[in-house]
């Protein structure tokens, strides 16, 4: 289904003008003919054209910047009006919109929107809904999915994805609901990107489907994986006419069962990092204070001593704790 503009359609106002007059003379003929010894043909007349001069006032349509309709003409695609101004088309025309009635809250889910009521004739409340399809940037954010990642620990994870439609025929008439349609593709793409990466680095996880293990993870290559989230979503929404813009992802976080599990993890992980800098650092400043005292001369240690100053002077820099000296008075022998 390919998308027809309909440019020459821009003459709602000479329409409402040409429709006003001929309802007034419509009229004027028919009060001319009753008072002119009611004459029949004037009265036929003039009722007539006053009858049948407002039907292409159902034919005037209003849009505003970045709005849409499109129109049918029994159950054929006659074309699409795009753009503000003042329309006058064919007053048999019917507008389509299946999701009229369809909003995409940014609150999460796909809701309904608050109508306007009105009676019908049986006198039940039915829904009054406008057929335009906005052609504005819209955005979705879907509700967390829980998610497992590649090493399959469950992630919780959020996106908002700003898309527009740029095709309203593929919109309407290739997919049910173009938006409903949307929501369920972006939730679809983002668990198919998802549990391709970590959650953290891990050794020997390739995300890129080269072969060789890389460094890619969803909290640490962020942009990455909303890119290739965005490309999965726009491959599956082509035929729906919609262009994706951005995805971004809002909410990352392990889920709350192995939460406190990961964050242990993660704490024993820093302290094994802390343990090896202090490590590291004592190991030096003992290098250094036995290099100066040899340097200096003025204390002579054999092999035992050494090996004992060694072991305090590690136990007091890698303590927990300030050190508690035990100060001998007598000989160091």
């Not at 202090?278 to 002579?300: F, Q, T």
Request: glycine share 8%; aromatic share 6%; hydrophobic share 45%.
């Amino acid at each position: 289904m390919q998308e027809k503009v309909l440019n020459d359609k821009k003459h709602g106002m000479a329409t409402l003008v040409c429709c006003v007059i001929a309802i007034l003379i419509g009229v004027a003929v028919f009060v001319f003919g009753i008072s002119d010894n009611e004459n029949p043909v004037f009265i036929i007349i003039g009722a007539v054209i006053a009858c049948i001069s407002w039907i292409p006032l159902v034919g005037l349509k209003i849009l505003k910047p970045n709005e849409a309709l499109v129109l049918t003409l029994f159950g054929q695609y006659v074309g699409t009006l795009k753009g503000e101004g003042f329309y006058a088309v064919n007053p048999f025309c019917s507008a389509v919109n299946p999701a009229a009635d369809t909003k995409l809250s940014q609150s999460g889910d796909v809701k309904k929107k608050e109508s306007i009521f009105s009676i019908d004739t049986e006198g039940s409340p039915t829904p009054f809904v406008d057929k335009k399809i906005s052609l504005k940037i819209m955005t979705l954010n879907n509700s967390r999915q829980k998610i497992n990642d590649c090493l399959g620990n469950p992630v919780e994870i959020g996106i908002a994805v700003m898309w527009k439609v740029v095709d309203t025929a593929k919109a309407v008439f290739n997919v049910d609901n173009y938006k409903e349609y949307l929501s369920l593709q972006c939730d679809s793409a983002l668990r198919n990107i998802v549990k391709i990466y970590p959650y953290d680095v891990a050794p020997g996880v390739d995300t890129t489907g080269d072969g060789v293990a890389d460094e890619g993870s969803l909290r640490g290559s962020s942009e990455v994986v909303a890119n290739r989230i965005k490309d999965e979503i726009q491959s599956r929404v082509n035929d729906a006419g919609i262009e994706i813009i951005e995805a971004r992802i809002t909410y990352l976080a392990y889920a709350p069962e192995i939460a406190a599990v990961m964050l242990q993890r993660q704490q024993a992980s820093a302290i094994i990092d802390a343990r090896k800098m202090i490590v590291d650092g004592a190991v030096g400043m003992v290098e250094m204070a036995l290099a100066r005292l040899k340097d200096s001369g003025c204390v002579e240690l054999d092999e035992e001593r050494k090996a004992a100053m060694v072991s305090n002077l590690l136990v007091v820099l890698c303590g927990n704790r300030d050190a508690q000296p035990v100060v001998n008075s007598g000989s160091l022998y």
